[in-house]
């Protein structure tokens, strides 16, 4: 090394060799020794792929404007694609403000045409007092098929683009807080837009209703008296939000402008309507409109043994606009109304649950002592019908052929996000749960040697419908699930399983349709099957941990014991002397070497790590069972000290095919390392090799080669 202290190392060239080959070298190993950031030349990165030919990547530069900014730019050129350019700036000042703005540009050969693309991320965060925060980002695409060609997977996913900007505000004594919002959102599919300008929050923390008694402010040494025994009203607690929203939209579809109620049927049952849309795709939808949620809850404790949980939540929405339609030649012609409108709705229901518990110690001498411990719960919700005539909500109008028609006058598709359409119907929903947990407690406290487990969760529930004519209880849902840490047997350790199930109380006809019998009153009915299994999913995993494979197939520790020399083998052999010279020239030929058992065991030194999952679910609900399978496992083990493998693969047990397989080498070459990838079969079949220095300083001395879709792409 030379050092020139203060400002950079310059090391000898570093040498890759095979056994004494040259192979690979770094002339000479430049890195800087100042304190802090520095400026310089980005170290570029050479590679090869199939559908980008030779690359030079990251041909660049980076600049450290000042202790508060930075910019950092480079160039990525590809022989079968083009160049890729990148941009980025950022700034920060700590506590205060930080931002960053990204720039990214390419132009792409595609046989005799070019093509130039080009986006802009930019994104601002700034506190401007303790209580007052502003964010702000963007992003701005050229051409939708940027993200296709050169975006990121996840960009490619997306395929939108988005700008947001949100200052928030919180008061220092007091429980509000508000926030104001403007965005905007394209699809770049659909070239479909929605814009928010603005939406504007107003929010009141949860408190106590009637909270204690505080001492007064502005008198020294002011106290009030603890409560021991606070009252049964300090329970309640409530809360309130507001959002007004302003929303623009361009859907690119044509606007509803009335209805064709259906015609009268040979049974005497009107036929479905249909709607009515106008002829221009292009108009630009408006929605305004503010909606207020306020809950009032409490939290109590019930003859000691019961926690009751009662609760009421209301909901205003308030609107400038509202559905209304007016009879012209045999249709619903549409007319909106305008003014001020307010739709209120409210639900009222609580919840009681206790807990319940057994406890078993050191049963049928096991050195062990379990618990089960048992929460049922029963809630109750009410909500009235908003579609009747005294709540004016809905309308119905008669045409003058006697048919009628009912309509919602705050249809979701017409109000903000959030609003949604009115309740219909009446609902008294009575929910029964019951959960069960069982745990184990092993070892001595004493010693501080104990442990604790879950060995099983298990969880039950349905509710039903005292309004309902029929068919009143919904489908019984179940669940098992388990997680066993440590060694179980012998090298398998952390067993976890998850079982979830569907059940119906209910018979069906052929065509699928419940009937208002129970299932367990059937012809022929089972003990054991009272209930009809509609879906089923397990989900089983655990992991082989061995120290060495040597352990899986009988040696201990991965080492064979050696046999121990004997008092007749420690014995010298008799020798004839007597024509020693002869010996000498002509020695008798030495017996093949065997190993040693101590010898071969060191072929099974190698730690082996083997995570297995197995996934099936099967389906009942629809006129055949659908049935999906799966198998997964991954191996992790060390041939030798420098060699790692690791193994991916994955079986579709439904269709008896493999979706994936995958080999991850790393070899540790002194201060090099080589890694290589390969995936022969999956979706995105290829490999990928990279041999580059370990050194955290030269990481970009490296020489890659891919083949295949699935392993990098332009970044």
């Known amino acids: 090394l030379k050092v020139i202290v203060g400002k950079r190392v310059i090391a000898r060239p570093v040498i890759l060799c095979f056994e004494d080959v040259p192979v690979l070298a770094a002339p000479y190993g430049v890195f800087p020794q100042q304190k802090g950031r520095t400026s310089g030349i980005l170290v570029p990165t050479f590679g090869e792929s ?102 990121s997977v996840e960009d490619q996913l997306n395929q939108s683009v988005q700008s947001n900007a949100t200052l928030s505000k919180s008061f220092e004594y007091l429980p509000w807080t508000t926030s104001i919002n403007v965005g905007y959102t394209q699809n770049l599919n659909t070239n479909t837009w929605t814009a928010t300008l603005p939406a504007w929050s107003f929010t009141h923390k949860t408190m106590q209703l009637f909270p204690p008694p505080k001492a007064k402010r502005g008198i020294r040494a002011a106290t009030v008296s603890k409560e021991l025994e606070p009252p049964w009203y300090r329970a309640l607690t409530y809360s309130y939000s507001m959002v007004y929203r302003n929303e623009l939209s361009l859907p690119y579809n044509e606007k509803k402008e009335g209805i064709r109620p259906g015609l009268i049927g040979l049974n005497g049952r009107p036929l479905s309507a249909s709607d009515i849309y106008g002829g221009d795709s292009t108009t630009i939808w408006q929605k305004d409109g503010l909606v207020h949620t306020a809950g009032l809850s409490a939290n109590a404790r019930l003859f000691k043994y019961f926690n009751l949980n009662p609760r009421v939540g209301l ?85 003058p052929d006697g048919r009628t028609y009912t309509w919602d006058r705050f249809p979701s598709e017409e109000n903000i996000s ?131 494979l040597g352990s899986l197939v009988g040696l201990y520790d991965g080492v064979a014991a050696a046999p121990q020399d004997t008092a007749e083998s420690s014995i010298p ?96 070459l002194h201060c090099w390392e080589a890694t290589f990838q390969w995936s022969p079969l999956g979706p995105r079949p290829g490999y990928f090799l990279r041999i580059g220095l370990k050194s955290p300083q030269l990481q970009d001395v490296k020489v890659e080669r891919r083949r295949g879709s699935g392993f990098g792409g332009y970044y």
């Not at 950022?90 to 045409?113: P, V």
């Open 573 to 668: 052999m008799a020798v004839d002397t007597s024509n020693l010279a002869s010996l000498r020239r002509n020695p008798p030929p030495r017996p093949p070497k065997k190993l040693s058992s101590r010898e071969a065991s060191q072929l099974y030194q190698m730690p082996l790590t083997i995570n297995m999952s197995f996934r099936h679910n099967r389906d009942y609900s629809g006129d055949e069972v659908q049935k999906t399978s799966g198998f997964g496992a991954r191996a992790t083990f060390s041939m030798t000290p420098n060699w790692d493998i690791n193994f991916d693969y994955t079986f579709d047990l439904e269709r008896r095919e493999v979706r994936n397989v995958s080999v991850f080498v790393t070899r540790d």
């Open 50 to 151: 199939s559908s980008q030919g030779r690359s030079l990547r990251d041909l660049g530069y980076y600049w450290a404007i000042s202790d508060y900014m930075d910019a950092r730019g480079s160039i990525d050129y590809y022989e079968l694609f083009g160049i890729l350019g990148r941009t980025n700036f950022r700034y920060t000042k700590r506590y205060t403000l930080s931002g960053n703005m990204d720039f990214d540009f390419n132009t792409q050969r595609q046989g005799s045409a070019r093509r130039r693309y080009y986006s802009v991320v930019a994104s601002h965060n700034q506190v401007i007092d303790p209580y007052t925060r502003l964010s702000m980002s963007g992003r701005y695409v050229s051409d939708k098929a940027y993200n296709q060609s050169v975006g």
């Open 418 to 548: 959030g609003a949604g359409s009115t309740p219909k119907g009446i609902s008294e929903r009575l929910s029964f749960s019951l959960d069960h947990l069982f745990q184990m407690k092993a070892g001595e406290a004493e010693e501080e040697k104990e442990n604790k487990y879950d060995l099983l969760s298990w969880t039950m529930g349905t509710a039903m419908d005292l309004r309902r004519d029929s068919v009143k209880w919904d489908n019984l849902g179940m669940g098992w699930r388990t997680s066993i840490p440590g060694t179980l047997i012998g090298p398998i350790n952390g067993l976890a399983f998850d079982v979830n199930t569907t059940h119906s109380l209910y018979q069906r006809n052929q065509s699928g349709r419940q009937l208002n019998r129970f299932f367990w009153d059937r012809d022929n009915a089972k003990w054991y099957a009272p209930i009809e299994l509609l879906s089923a999913a397990l989900n089983v995993g655990f992991a082989v941990r061995a120290e060495s």
């Open 315 to 399: 909901n205003s929405f308030w609107t400038r606009h509202a559905l209304d339609y007016e009879v012209e030649d045999k249709i619903l012609d549409r007319v909106d109304e305008h003014g001020f409108f307010q739709r209120t709705t409210f639900d009222i229901g609580g919840s009681v649950n206790t807990k319940l518990y057994g406890v078993a110690t050191k049963p049928l001498g096991i050195k062990a002592s379990f618990r089960h411990v048992m929460t049922p719960t029963v809630g109750f919700t009410y909500k009235p019908d908003f579609s009747k005539s005294m709540w004016g909500y809905y309308e119905t109008i008669t045409m």
